[in-house]
């Protein structure tokens, strides 16, 4: 797939200075430290989002101009289930994840990153629950799969099925260090911004194909 062209366009610490809803938007949530900002740098092909090893780097909401087939933001969310910030600060970004996916009419999608090695922890039970009762549409990606050897992969595979939410896409299994399943990524968010967008469109009495 072509390559994709990215640029960071806002860093929000509140809701005041959430860019303009003139894109689709696809955001990335999950645990902090499960890969969120190194899958982004992956996608974009450049290290434009921080990354490191230690939980809770990112603490703002990231929106990436992607122009790719189509323009949309990329949504870097703030890992959540870290315990070592204190409640306070806990609590503010929790409102303000909350107040985005509530009002963004141009979330098209959030993309739910669930490390390999651990599956759906508790944490993760309660993203999906909350997604689900927002009526937000989720994929499921998990993460780091190079930490797991390739013969172990399927019965992992298997123990998590049943733990998928019905309603969600997925699984794909990816790896940031060396690339696995990152093109795939790339072709369903595609296929999903276009056939999302042309619903939309036929919805409101128009094509938008070409
Ligand atoms: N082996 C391996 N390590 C990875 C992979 N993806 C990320 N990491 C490492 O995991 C750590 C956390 O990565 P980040 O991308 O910062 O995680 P994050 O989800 O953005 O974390 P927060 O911003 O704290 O929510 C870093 O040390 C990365 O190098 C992967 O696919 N494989
Ligand atoms: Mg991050």
Redesign the pocket.
Known sequence: MKKWHGELIKTAFTKEQFPPERYPEIA?A????????????VLLGTKI???????????SINFYMVEAKSKFYLV?????G?AKRDKGERNKWAKLIDFYSKNRSSLLLIVH?VDFRHGFLENDIILQNWMSSQGLQSLVVF?????VPTTKRLSFLKKYAGQMPPESFGPLC?????KTGVEELKSFLINYIDSTLEEKAKDLGFSIKN
Do not use: E, Q
């Open positions: 990335f999950g645990r902090s430290n499960v890969g969120k900002s190194s899958l982004i740098n989002a921080k990354v490191s090893s230690n939980p809770g780097k990112t603490r870097d969310l703030p890992g959540f870290y990153l993460t780091k799969v190079d930490k990816v790896s940031s260090v060396n």
